[in-house]
DNA sequence: TGCAACCGGTTGCACGTTGCAATCGGAAGT
DNA sequence: ACTTCCGATTGCAACGTGCAACCGGTTGCA
């Protein structure tokens, strides 16, 4: 659980830069790895055909298919089968991922402040951004909680309060976007 | 100064998804806009050669040359003349690229722990994200007087000390990486 | 005045990745 | 038996990346 993902601590894989900004973005700095966490993260979506369906940037199936697998080599998700289906497989956050919660934070602040967002998806950001240090840790916990334990996500949690306050500011916008489930950040 | 980049706060692109968390990383989530960052914001690199030339990722020019028109016309970088050259230009941080600071602090320390990173570097990274939002503050306003200002970087200030780190932990490392200049965290 | 070094790029081409639509074989429900 | 659902896979076109050569203009120096 505190090991480093990969190949363990090695000298450096060769002809790369070793900078921690450069090997995170090699890893996750392409259109989708940090959407499909997101989804799993903030989203609930834990099989194959919910994050294909409910993805509003709309996914494509071998995308998704080959992010996944790469997301389990590198740590990030690990696979479980689910009792009520012998071939639904049931992808979990690992502790590396969950560690990502206040990076998730950051881009939503960012996003919020400088980009053209929509309004509603920009108050969870805000929500979370503005909760801080002391409300990521309650949510890694909660995280911990349903990913590695295999608990559910309690009621009174920072997931609930944080679709609350989505659903909330998009019943009282004008133009519904409801066609959506509230999937993203 | 305290406007979204783009073209202003405007309906959410159509067809795209408004969620912060996806919007930044269609701008920011690919290989190399990031890098580049990096590189303007801690190598201190704001010319096109020397950024071609002390990237350690070793960035082709094409390449760079359409990523810094991208960021420019994105907001996060600005184009001025250079006095001491008349075709030479140099590349400023904006204030939406300054408050990506925090976003390098987690993804340098994120990368630290999980990844296989070359110690010196690490170092820097550790340095930066254990010094928190009171020094990330700090070198903010140090990059806000280097970049909106025009002003040296002070020889007290984040950027020095985290250099000075770095150079005294690859001083001491075995097998020394001296060819590169310390440009990257 | 000539010339080499330097300036920010551009061009052409090979290759791997992405995006899209259709489809797969196995498992479950009815 | 038939339909639906499951996690993918395939073929194909379009795009992004990586590499090397090259561009016109500017500067410093002999």
Sequence with gaps: MSQPVGVG????????SGCPINLTVELL??????????????????????????????IASNILASRLSKLV?????SRHGDPSHRQKIDYRLTEAAIE?????????????????????????????????PEMWERFMDELRATHLEGRPHPADGVLAE??????????TSKRSTARYRPTPM
Tied chains: 1, 2.
Excluded: C
Excluded at 108 to 130: K, V
């Design 100 to 132: 990502l919660v206040p990076l998730m934070a950051h881009l939503g602040a960012w996003g919020s402040r400088w980009l053209p967002t929509s309004p509603e998806l920009s108050i969870r950001a805000q929500l979370l951004a503005d909760g801080g």
């Design 162 to 171: 944080l679709t609350l306050a989505y659903e909330r500011a998009a019943s």
């Design 9 to 16: 601590r090695l000298p450096v894989p060769e002809g790369k």
């Design 73 to 77: 080599d590198a740590g990030l998700l």
């Design 29 to 58: 700095g392409d259109r989708w790895s940090l959407v499909v966490l997101r989804d799993v993260m903030f989203g609930g979506h834990r099989h194959f055909r919910e994050l294909l369906t409910n993805s509003i940037e709309g």
